[in-house]
């Protein structure tokens, strides 16, 4: 690239963070994120079973939130993650018991009275592609209609998936046209934060948040910088710590750089 360059600016302030993509000094899109609007949605906790009910199928499920969850039996079972045979899904109290610890990833807030509506089938996002820990499968989005390119994303994420991996991934619409090296970051960077999420929730105690959907600062490194992006200037110390850490643990070669 000739002149400035692309960068990335981020403004952290109580209320809200703002991060411009800048290019050669002009702007190219921002993204803000007010802290009133983060919700529970995406996160992933360590419950604990409080009580299961065969009449509707469902389970309330102690997070350490102010109300319980709720987990109907259909977001627990799924035959392509191996959990039983397809022609019958296994009743409430068949999979899980009161005092059974969980771990379990929050599909909408709470609302009013009601608790959190809760999955066990964990999803993890990142730019290109959807992590589903335990599934054997490999998705493209429907939204993505040219077959060719259909067929190079699923044979390019195929290829990358080690045998026996125990993940699926889910192809994501911003895939469309990301070259293989794009996907190979991508998979290798939700391989280590699975890791990590899978070994804070064996040391977790019940009710713990084990982890949570990652601020507006973090996304732009995990999605922009590796497109190409050559520098981030960051305007909160506390910020720029949270940004080094992340690299190092999840993508080393950028903190390299």
Request: charged share 30%; net charge negative.
């Given at each position: 690239m000739n002149g400035m360059g692309e960068e990335v600016l981020i403004n952290v302030t109580?209320?809200?963070?703002?991060?411009?993509?800048?290019?050669?000094?002009?702007?190219?899109?921002?993204?803000?994120?007010?802290a009133s609007r983060r919700g529970l949605a995406g996160n992933i906790y360590k419950g604990r079973v409080s009580r299961a009910l065969p009449g509707m199928q469902a389970a309330f499920i102690d997070m350490g939130l102010e109300r319980t969850g709720f987990l109907h039996v259909s977001d627990i079972w799924s035959a392509d993650r191996g959990n039983g045979d397809a022609e019958r899904e296994p009743g409430i109290r068949e999979l899980l018991r009161e005092g059974d610890e969980i771990l379990v990833q929050v599909l909408k807030d709470p609302i009013g009275t009601k608790g959190a509506r809760?999955?066990?089938?964990?999803?993890?996002?990142?730019?290109?592609?959807?992590l589903l820990p335990g599934s054997e499968t490999v998705?493209?989005?429907?939204?993505?209609?040219?077959?060719?390119?259909r067929a190079r994303l699923r044979?390019?994420?195929?290829?990358?998936?080690?045998e026996g991996a125990g993940a699926g991934?889910?192809?994501?619409?911003?895939?469309?046209?990301a070259a293989f090296e794009a996907l190979r970051a991508?998979?290798?960077?939700?391989?280590?934060?699975w890791d990590s999420v899978d070994r804070?929730?064996?040391?977790?105690?019940?009710?713990e948040l084990v982890h949570e959907d990652l601020p507006l600062e973090l996304r732009v490194?995990?999605?922009?910088?590796?497109?190409?992006?050559?520098?981030?200037?960051?305007?909160?110390?506390?910020?720029?710590?949270?940004?080094?850490?992340f690299a190092e643990s999840f993508m080393p070669e950028m903190a390299e750089t």
């Open positions: 109580p209320r809200e963070i703002r991060a411009a993509v800048v290019e050669n000094g002009v702007l190219q899109e921002l993204l803000i994120e007010r809760l999955t066990m089938q964990i999803t993890i996002p990142s730019r290109y592609l959807v998705g493209v989005s429907a939204r993505i209609e040219d077959e060719e390119e044979e390019c994420v195929e290829s990358l998936v080690p991934y889910i192809v994501r619409t911003a895939a469309e046209g991508d998979m290798l960077f939700l391989g280590r934060l804070r929730s064996r040391e977790a105690a019940s009710g490194v995990r999605d922009v910088v590796s497109s190409g992006i050559q520098r981030v200037r960051v305007d909160s110390k506390q910020a720029y710590e949270r940004i080094q850490r």
